[in-house]
């Protein structure tokens, strides 16, 4: 009996081409980003949006309820 699973929640506003990640690093458990020039790590604010996850090839962020996502390579 196979069950057909749907994609998680995919809504979110791609905020890529306006910042520019050009590192990421692992401190112990938590990763860093390096963000326009800037240091920051999950909970930190960027333009008034919430860092809510920090992944090897994105970073998504909160605000007002909406969500966003920037996307980068290596």
């Given at each position: 009996?196979?069950?057909?699973?749907?994609?998680?929640?995919?809504?979110?506003?791609?905020?890529?081409?306006?910042?520019?990640?050009?590192?990421?690093?692992?401190?112990?458990?938590?990763?860093?980003?390096?963000?326009?020039?800037?240091?920051?790590?999950k909970?930190d604010?960027?333009?008034?949006?919430?860092?809510?996850?920090?992944?090897?090839?994105?970073?998504?962020?909160?605000?007002?309820?909406?969500?966003?996502?920037?996307d980068?390579?290596?």
């Open positions: 009996n196979a069950t057909t699973g749907q994609a998680p929640e995919q809504s979110f506003v791609n905020v890529t081409d306006k910042y520019e990640v050009t590192g990421i690093s692992n401190q112990g458990n938590r990763l860093s980003v390096v963000i326009n020039g800037r240091i920051l790590m909970r604010s960027l333009d008034g949006m919430l860092i809510t996850l920090i992944e090897p090839t994105a970073v998504h962020l909160e605000k007002e309820g909406v969500r966003y996502r920037i980068f390579n290596r």
